[in-house]
């Protein structure tokens, strides 16, 4: 998951990326699972703890474009069984602000 595959890869607090990607992806598909309402503060909070995770552990958009796949695949699920719905648009709006960062880490990585 790291750029740099080595022993010393950095961590925050003692907490590793593997942790921190699963406190972040866990939620953001639970939420776009069962949760019915939609907060901007869950949007931007999950979203700037991951582009935090981004800096502070380097991790490369190969990540983030695999985390919108599983997005993108949800979201076609949630189309077939219970066409537009407020859940599938929730999981649509995750997914292209994952999309951003990812072409952002891109852009970054050339």
């Known amino acids: ?3 740099k595959n080595n022993i010393n890869s950095p961590t925050f607090l003692g907490i590793s990326s593997k942790v921190v990607l699963t406190l972040v ?3 953001i598909i639970f939420n776009s699972i069962f949760i019915e309402s939609s907060s901007d503060i869950i949007f931007f909070g999950f979203l700037g703890a991951y582009i935090g995770a981004v800096f502070f552990y380097k ?3 190969k990540l983030t474009f695999l985390f ?3 997005l993108l ?3 076609s699920i ?3 069984l219970t066409g537009p719905s407020l859940k599938t648009e929730k999981t649509a709006v995750w997914f292209f602000l994952f999309i951003a960062i990812g072409i952002a880490q891109q852009w970054n990585e050339l």
């Open 59 to 61: 991790l490369d958009s």
């Open 1 to 3: 998951m790291n750029t």
């Open 25 to 27: 992806f866990v939620p």
């Open 73 to 75: 695949i949800i979201m």
């Open 68 to 70: 919108c796949l599983t």
């Open 78 to 80: 949630e189309y077939l």
